[in-house]
């Protein structure tokens, strides 16, 4: 169209808006919040549902919306349970809980009245297992699906947690889902990645054994949820689909990792034959966020707690009893945990490598670049395991005190103008939650979202004192990172998703 069809004031209008960013045209458009963004800080805490730690949050979709069928947890037969018991490591009712009723309860009152400072008890958290207990969009098999039993439907009064405050102050996302069904293994390589591990030639020792309707194999006389926890003939150890994809956990193929090196082998890589009823994941090749970044020239690195104790703990001798990795003691140890390090498994940051030294480095690094104003533009910290929050090798307090740090630290920091920060968990940790995950075209796929999982948005550009409800997932991250520094979308991002921008001012 030429500028004698067009009237002369829209035809300038045109014109200014084409010599202008994209991200420069709307103010207060996606593309402009997007633009005010400098530096993106993901922090990765671990194994809590957002009933679990945020539902009694005020404004928020919490447990008191939760409906009677919602609530309701039912046996493996579909008939609701008459009580909730809490199984031990036994597999048997632990006397240290009451028998309960069928319904939400708090864990920190009466008549459980377990303090938030105390460590727990983990419930199972696995792939098909999750699936399970979803139900369809029920949620009504946690208990049922559990080693723990009806421990999964307990929650906090999360008040009186230091981050809980920040939450207040910035955003909560009250509807953001874990990125895939189970673990902490597989959801960290959603963070990085929006994708699946895999492991076509694992032995069948570590297949999962599934029913003819695709549901975990029982054991014969598997008992009903009121008497002991539920037992399937997948076992510990037991990581990878009929079809070749790796859903539980599996140790890296360098160390830090859970398997030790060989006796004969080089000391920076875990042993290949592994233990007798695992080895390390084949080294992976997909693309993740660090390779979309680098094709950009865009700085990022993955700063872990504890990162430089665990590679030297790590390259001992097989011998040598470890006192970092997976090690609660002696005092102090930082329980450094292999599968929480999602790059380590991938070829092109393996030992020796560039990219290795350039992007995997030590939280005490994150820690100076903070001060310093010399984070790169994509930081991704994980705390080590002590501070994580993660049932059964720590409580919720510890952790809540170290990530209320590092955020005041983040907020006195040079960098702090143009800064993001995403404070979010890795997964569920087996606890229920009562709303839905979304499915179907663009929603999710066979690998999930899962459950709903806290998360929390801080920074000078995020709303103040706002409960956003936009579906997200963890893949939302992902599609922010991507859309901001235009980089190529990975594949496994889902399309109908945020991308967080609603949070932002």
């Given at each position: 169209m030429s500028q004698r069809s067009l009237p002369r004031r829209l035809f300038l209008a045109l014109a200014a808006a084409a010599l202008l960013p994209a991200c420069a045209q709307l103010p207060g458009s996606a593309p402009a919040k997007l633009a005010r963004i400098g530096h993106v800080v993901v922090i990765y805490a671990e194994n809590h549902s957002f009933d679990n730690m945020y539902g009694l949050f005020p404004g928020a979709n919490g447990i008191a919306r939760a409906t009677p069928?919602?609530?309701?947890?039912?046996?493996?037969?579909?008939?609701?349970?008459?009580?909730?018991?809490?199984?031990g490591h036994d597999d048997k009712p632990d006397p240290r809980f009451?028998?309960?009723?069928?319904?939400?309860?708090?864990?920190?009152?009466?008549?459980?009245?377990?303090?938030?400072?105390?460590?727990?008890?983990?419930?199972?958290?696995?792939?098909?297992?999750?699936?399970?207990?979803?139900?369809?969009?029920?949620?009504?098999?946690?208990?049922?699906?559990?080693?723990?039993?009806?421990?999964?439907?307990?929650?906090?009064?999360?008040?009186?947690?230091?981050?809980?405050?920040?939450?207040?102050?910035?955003?909560?996302?009250?509807?953001?889902?874990?990125?895939?069904?189970?673990?902490?293994?597989?959801?960290h390589h959603w963070l990085i990645c929006a994708c699946t591990p895999r492991d076509p030639d694992a032995p069948p020792h570590m297949r999962i054994r599934l029913d003819a309707q695709g549901r975990l194999e029982r054991r014969p006389g598997s008992p009903s949820a009121r008497e002991g926890a539920v037992e399937v003939v997948s076992g510990a150890g037991v990581?990878?689909?009929?079809?070749?994809?790796?859903?539980?956990?599996?140790?890296?193929?360098?160390?830090?990792?859970?398997?030790?090196?060989?006796?004969?082998?080089?000391?920076?890589?875990?042993?290949?034959?592994?233990?007798?009823?695992?080895?390390?994941?084949?080294?992976?090749?997909?693309?993740?966020?660090?390779?979309?970044?680098?094709?950009?020239?865009?700085?990022?690195?993955?700063?872990?707690?504890?990162?430089?104790?665990?590679?030297?703990?790590?390259?001992?001798?097989?011998?040598?009893?470890?006192s970092v990795i997976y090690t609660r003691g002696p005092a102090g140890s930082p329980n450094f945990q292999p599968h929480h390090q999602p790059f380590n498994y991938y070829a092109r940051?393996?030992?020796?490598?560039?990219?290795?030294?350039?992007?995997?480095?030590?939280?005490?690094?994150?820690?100076?670049?903070?001060?310093?104003?010399?984070?790169?533009p994509v930081s991704f910290y994980k705390p080590a395991g002590v501070n994580t929050q993660h049932p059964a090798y720590t409580d919720i307090m510890t952790g809540?005190?170290?990530?209320?740090?590092?955020?005041?630290?983040?907020?006195?920091?040079?960098?702090?103008?143009?800064?993001?920060?995403?404070?979010?968990?890795?997964?569920?940790?087996?606890?229920?939650?009562?709303?839905?995950?979304?499915?179907?075209?663009?929603?999710?796929?066979?690998?999930?979202?899962?459950?709903?999982?806290?998360?929390?948005l801080v920074g000078p550009t995020v709303k103040r004192g706002f409960v956003d409800s936009t579906p997200y997932d963890t893949t939302s991250i992902l599609k922010f990172i991507t859309e901001r520094f235009g980089l190529e979308p990975l594949p496994g991002v889902r399309a109908r998703m945020g991308d967080l921008t609603n949070a932002l001012q």
């Open positions: 069928a919602q609530s309701t947890q039912v046996d493996h037969d579909g008939t609701p349970l008459p009580e909730l018991v809490v199984f009451p028998r309960l009723p069928n319904r939400p309860f708090r864990i920190d009152a009466p008549p459980v009245d377990k303090p938030p400072t105390e460590s727990l008890l983990s419930p199972t958290h696995a792939f098909f297992h999750h699936i399970e207990q979803i139900d369809g969009g029920r949620n009504d098999r946690f208990a049922a699906m559990s080693t723990v039993g009806g421990y999964t439907m307990g929650y906090y009064d999360g008040s009186v947690m230091k981050v809980w405050q920040w939450a207040r102050e910035y955003t909560l996302a009250d509807n953001f889902f874990m990125g895939a069904f189970g673990g902490s293994y597989l959801n990581a990878v689909t009929p079809d070749g994809w790796s859903v539980n956990t599996t140790q890296p193929p360098w160390q830090p990792s859970g398997i030790r090196p060989a006796a004969t082998g080089p000391l920076t890589h875990a042993d290949p034959a592994g233990t007798a009823t695992s080895r390390p994941l084949p080294p992976q090749t997909a693309r993740t966020i660090g390779d979309t970044l680098s094709a950009r020239g865009i700085d990022w690195a993955w700063y872990a707690g504890a990162w430089n104790a665990a590679v030297a703990d790590g390259m001992q001798p097989p011998d040598v009893r470890r940051f393996a030992p020796g490598t560039a990219d290795r030294a350039r992007h995997l480095k030590d939280g005490e690094d994150f820690l100076r670049a903070i001060t310093a104003g010399t984070l790169p809540d005190a170290h990530i209320a740090e590092v955020l005041q630290r983040l907020r006195t920091s040079p960098q702090w103008k143009d800064m993001l920060v995403i404070v979010t968990y890795d997964e569920n940790g087996g606890f229920w939650d009562h709303v839905p995950p979304p499915t179907g075209p663009g929603w999710g796929d066979r690998f999930g979202p899962g459950s709903r999982i806290p998360t929390i």
